[in-house]
């Protein structure tokens, strides 16, 4: 009894009127840090007499480079546990794992919250790259990227011809790493890269190209044409389309012979020495992979007749359709295909 009265009053000697046990002021937080890149954990502890702190990481005390020099983490003066280059992953010492700071005095100790530090990761290579595309002008398209495995989980975005891509969310949006095209138009073509992001950097998948077709559209259809015999017509067809469209001509579904027909390179037609069999509708046809389309025209062929040795459509043209007597005559024809005749005196139809 008395040795432990003697003891109680020794401590009683020792304890001063303003000393007190240590608490954390300032917990560590969690930390995600890349690979060789410096970290601080932070801890401030108070009492009195001043506490002191030690850290330790997964139940195990850490050492400092005050107790080995080859180290590079230090517990700086205000208690926090600092680190040169960050260890993980593969490391014969990684620096990965659950810290806690404990403050002690001759009071007692405080323990702070666990607090993690992990090392942040990027891989290199992507998971799914996007792949070529070809699709029809107008036509939804889906593009799909799948990002290097990495911590934090590493965000996507994508590039069109080396430039961020703005995704309006109407006609162009992005979900689940896919990017998605409501409507293709012609613009939208080009090499599309996927951007995976996050604290350790930037990975590019391999470009991918997204090509548009069109399918032929008339730019120019050809028009009804009326001319006489012997004279020549041009109709005109101009059409795009992508791949460039192929384009024929067609006269009641057969193609037409090449001896009076002429093509252009601007895929108009040229018909020389008019004839009344060349009358008819004529069909300009454009197609291409993606698909075809038609333009068709009629031609009107007027016949030369002859009157009494005269032209019949250059008489009617000189003489307004009367004969320059007013009086009736009798009309031979020849050359004439059911000829519709009418006869004229003094200005009046004979009927």
Known sequence: IHGEIASYYLFCSRLRANDYPPFISEHPSDLVVPRGEPATLACKASGRPP????????????????EDPKLRRAQLPSGALFFLRVTGG???????GTYVCVARNYLGQATSRNASLEVAVLREEFRQNPADAVVVLGEPVVMECNPPRGHPEPSLSWNKDGAPLTVDGDLISTRSGKLMISATQKSDAGLYVCAATNMVGQRLSSPAHLEVLEQ????KRPIVLVRREGEMAMFHCQVHGDPEPRV??????????????????????????????????????????????????????????FINGLLLHSWFSHKTGQHPRGEVRRCTVRRLVTPHLRYFGRRREVR
Not at 269 to 295: F, P, Q
């Open 51 to 66: 506490p002191q702190i030690t850290w330790y990481r997964d139940g195990e005390r850490v050492t400092t480079d005050n």
């Open 90 to 96: 593969r490391s014969i010492r990684p620096d990965e």
């Open 216 to 219: 032929p559209r008339f730019i």
């Open 248 to 305: 024929h001509w067609r006269r009641g579904g057969r193609k037409l012979q090449q001896n009076r027909f002429e093509v252009g390179e601007d895929d108009s037609l040229l018909i020389r020495d008019i004839t009344l069999s060349d009358a008819g509708e004529l069909t300009c046809l454009a197609e291409n992979s993606v698909g075809k389309a038609s333009a068709s025209a009629s031609l009107i062929v007027h016949g030369n007749y």
